[in-house]
T-cell receptor, first 118, second 115 residues
Framework: AQTVTQSQPEMSVQEAETVTLSCTYD???????LFWYKQPPSRQMILVIR??????QNATENRFSVNFQKAAKSFSLKISDSQLGDTAMYFC???????????????FGQGTTLQVKP | DGGITQSPKYLFRKEGQNVTLSCEQN?????MYWYRQDPGQGLRLIYY???????QKGDIAEGYSVSREKKESFPLTVTSAQKNPTAFYLC??????????????FGDGTRLSIL
């Protein structure tokens, strides 16, 4: 069974600084997708970034980028130029890709609460 | 605008009572999911459905039931057999086939508490 671990329950960063959130996962699958979701105080789940395991290039979305280390099964999220609106809970998630039998099931980590301080 | 609507936003359950959480989507998505979120834990999958009239148990299905009679709707019933129902419940949807690998869209959630 796949598992996702986020070892940092809480983190804080000063506005405009850079912060990295950690995520490790365990799987015997070779084809899969990894996601970072953001959940602000409004509780809505918002996609931050997605990474396909078959792509070696790390995904980036504006101030958000990942460091994907497939051999180490590590998928960290870097937030540059942190803004007050980045304050939220961040979840790492895993999805296997089985071709025609894909289920779309997401496995989530426990989450990291990020506080951006002014 | 397309999206997922969950209702009610807050729900209270009495002992021995079944309650139903509503989830409606107008994204024309085939797949729908129910997750439970407890404090300090990530989301856990309760049930999912990839097509109308078909659904499968997730990791924590005991004490819950679902139906999928229409493509747009995937209601979740929390039965009296679920002894610890207090949690935040999130509904999500995605496409089918290769589209199922796309990021899921989430509703705004329902907070369920015991009276």
């Amino acid at each position: 069974a796949q598992t996702v671990t986020q070892s940092q329950p809480e983190m804080s960063v000063q506005e405009a600084e850079t912060v990295t959130l950690s995520c490790t996962y365990d799987t015997s699958e070779n084809n899969y997708y990894l996601f970072w979701y953001k959940q602000p105080p409004s509780r809505q789940m918002i996609l931050v970034i997605r990474q396909e395991a078959y792509k070696q290039q790390n995904a980036t979305e504006n101030r958000f980028s990942v460091n994907f280390q497939k051999a180490a099964k590590s998928f960290s999220l870097k937030i540059s130029d942190s803004q007050l609106g980045d304050t939220a809970m961040y979840f790492c998630a895993f999805m296997t890709a089985h071709g025609s039998s894909n289920t779309g099931k997401l496995i989530f980590g426990q989450g990291t609460t990020l506080q951006v301080k002014p | 605008d397309g999206g997922i609507t969950q209702s009610p936003k807050y729900l209270f359950r009495k002992e021995g009572q079944n309650v139903t959480l509503s989830c409606e989507q107008n994204l024309n998505h085939d797949a729908m999911y129910w997750y439970r979120q407890d404090p300090g834990q990530g989301l856990r999958l309760i049930y999912y459905s990839q097509i109308v009239n078909d659904f499968q148990k997730g990791d924590i299905a005991e004490g819950y039931s679902v139906s999928r009679e229409k493509k747009e709707s995937f209601p979740l019933t929390v039965t009296s057999a679920q002894k610890n129902p207090t949690a935040f419940y999130l509904c999500a949807s995605s496409g089918r086939g290769q589209e199922i690998l796309q990021p899921q869209h989430f509703g705004d959630g329902t907070r369920l508490s015991i009276l």
